[in-house]
């Protein structure tokens, strides 16, 4: 009669979480996040370019003044803080400059 043998477990990972191990891992997480933060401030300048002329007190909208006040005012502020971003370098990096 065989006795069955217990697998060995495998030995845990060197790292927890989502530290980079190497250079390639570094450009690659770098790169992930500056081209999503590219995306985020196109996005985020697109509906601030919508809002502007755009009565949302207004069918089919219906907000109050004070509500579109502060939609417009958290999106526009939004909007001049990542234009006043120096991108020479987030250019750089994802290969646009």
Request: net charge negative.
């Given at each position: 009669?065989?006795?069955?043998?217990?697998?060995?477990?495998?030995?845990?990972?060197?790292?927890?979480?989502?530290?980079?191990r190497s250079a390639a891992e570094v450009n690659g997480l770098v790169g992930l996040h500056l081209k999503d933060f590219l995306r985020i401030k196109t996005i985020i300048n697109q509906d601030a370019a919508w809002l502007a002329p755009t009565l949302l007190t207004d069918p089919p909208y219906y907000f109050t003044s004070e509500q579109e006040t502060l939609i417009k005012s958290?999106?526009?502020?939004?909007?001049?803080?990542?234009?006043?971003?120096?991108?020479?370098?987030?250019?750089?990096?994802?290969?646009?400059?």
């Open positions: 009669m065989t006795v069955p043998v217990e697998p060995i477990p495998p030995t845990p990972p060197e790292t927890v979480g989502t530290a980079p958290a999106i526009n502020d939004l909007d001049t803080a990542l234009d006043g971003i120096d991108m020479t370098f987030i250019s750089r990096l994802v290969g646009m400059g």
